[in-house]
T-cell receptor, first 111, second 111 residues
Framework: GIQVEQSPPDLILQEGANSTLRCNFS?????LQWFHQNPWGQLINLFY???GTKQNGRLSATTVATERYSLLYISSSQTTDSGVYFC?????????????FGTGTRLQVTL | KAGVTQTPRYLIKTRGQQVTLSCSPI?????VSWYQQTPGQGLQFLFE???????NKGNFPGRFSGRQFSNSRSEMNVSTLELGDSALYLC??????????FGPGTRLTVT
């Protein structure tokens, strides 16, 4: 199956700093999502980005599918950005879907 | 539009018992997937249902089963519970199997 690696595994930032989270995957995919898991466990959709670049406020993401990686940028980080960020991919065939998740990047933003 | 809902949110069971978890997808979504999250194994795919048919299954023992009803609501069942089944169980819904939206999860503790 597809392997998904995320880096770094842990990240500590001061409020206001910028960061880049990386997701590498081992095979071609046509689905890629970034999630933020809140302290209660819910996965919050950040981006659906099988290719290209998207921006949403302080967050942006880029996926280069041909080179099998995606990047999540967080600018001017806030304490509310703390939590675990997951990248998940799939090879959607039109008849079935199964997301394979990375192991996540645990982000802590301090004052 | 209401999000994905899961019930119950928390559950404590004893080894050997069985449990049923419920998931109501976003209105209009026909695909429902289930995932298990544990500290040791991370997020793992259990199964996916689309229009009442299981169309994809992860690598879990037969004690884990599911079904989907005509209104797209889904249930998953775990029989003969083991301590290792303690986990956060997440349900996701999707319009067509691509972008997935997750519910708040059911936290199951087996004692």
């Amino acid at each position: 199956g597809i392997q998904v690696e995320q880096s770094p595994p842990d990240l500590i930032l001061q409020e206001g700093a910028n960061s880049t989270l990386r997701c590498n995957f081992s095979d071609s995919v046509n689905n890629l999502q970034w999630f933020h898991q809140n302290p209660w466990g819910q996965l919050i959709n950040l981006f659906y980005i099988p290719s290209g670049t998207k921006q949403n406020g302080r967050l942006s993401a880029t996926t280069v599918a041909t080179e099998r990686y995606s990047l999540l940028y967080i600018s001017s980080s806030q304490t509310t950005d703390s939590g675990v960020y997951f990248c998940a991919v799939s090879r959607f065939t039109g008849t079935a879907s199964k997301l394979t998740f990375g192991t996540g990047t645990r982000l802590q933003v301090t004052l | 539009k209401a999000g994905v809902t899961q019930t119950p949110r928390y559950l404590i069971k004893t080894r050997g018992q069985q449990v049923t978890l419920s998931c109501s997808p976003i209105s209009g979504h026909r695909s429902v997937s289930w995932y298990q999250q544990t500290p040791g194994q991370g997020l793992q795919f259990l199964f996916e249902y689309f229009s009442e048919t299981q169309r994809n299954k992860g690598n879990f023992p037969g004690r884990f089963s599911g079904r989907q009803f005509s209104n797209s609501r889904s249930e998953m069942n775990v029989s003969t519970l083991e301590l290792g089944d303690s986990a956060l169980y997440l349900c996701a819904s999707s319009l067509d199997g691509r972008e997935q939206y997750f519910g708040p999860g059911t936290r199951l503790t087996v004692t």
